[in-house]
């Protein structure tokens, strides 16, 4: 049976992934031992991404559906950390991310509008030409990136669908 990976999604941009713990591991070099930062999940090319926080992205578990897939591996740290530390408490890496969208643009919620959360459905607003606000899985054109409080009115990414 032939397999298949053809066409794209959509959109393609980078963000930082959420990949858990980091732990230095010692493996015997020529030369020496040599410390290498090692991740509890590490994110590869190909591997399904689902939002993980605000502009953040982490690997799917089972069940989860993927707004997109790593284009690539992530890039290398300018400096690797040298001792262990738990998520977030590392700088994180930065993957480029093929969305199962068509665009990412920053639009401007309702002045009321309902608090909204990094992976929360996102329609058009019902009182404003031109502003957004939550939506739900029924009447939804966007998925939000990036949260914002109630009635603050900000603009926040969203990746239309």
């Known amino acids: ?64 559906v993927p707004i997109g ?3 690539a591996d992530p890039n290398d740290w300018t400096t690797e950390p040298t001792q262990n530390a738990l998520d977030g408490a590392y700088p994180r890496r930065d993957c480029s991310i093929e969305f199962r969208g068509v665009k990412i643009l920053t639009v401007p919620l309702e002045a009321a509008n309902t608090a909204v959360t990094a992976g929360d459905y996102i329609k058009v607003g019902a009182t404003t030409i031109g502003c957004y606000d939550k939506g739900a899985a ?3 054109i966007a998925i939000a990136l990036e949260g914002a409080s109630a009635n603050s009115g900000d603009s926040i990414a969203v990746l239309f669908l």
């Open 69 to 71: 897939f790593a284009a």
């Open 1 to 64: 049976m032939a397999k298949y990976n053809v066409g794209s999604f959509g959109v393609t941009h980078a963000f930082p992934v959420k990949e858990g713990a980091l732990t230095m591991a010692t493996t015997q070099g020529v030369g020496g031992e040599i410390k290498r930062p090692s991740l509890a999940t590490p994110v590869t090319k190909g591997m399904g991404l689902k939002i993980a926080g605000d502009l953040l992205f982490e690997p799917v578990a089972a069940g989860d």
């Open 138 to 140: 029924n009447n939804h």
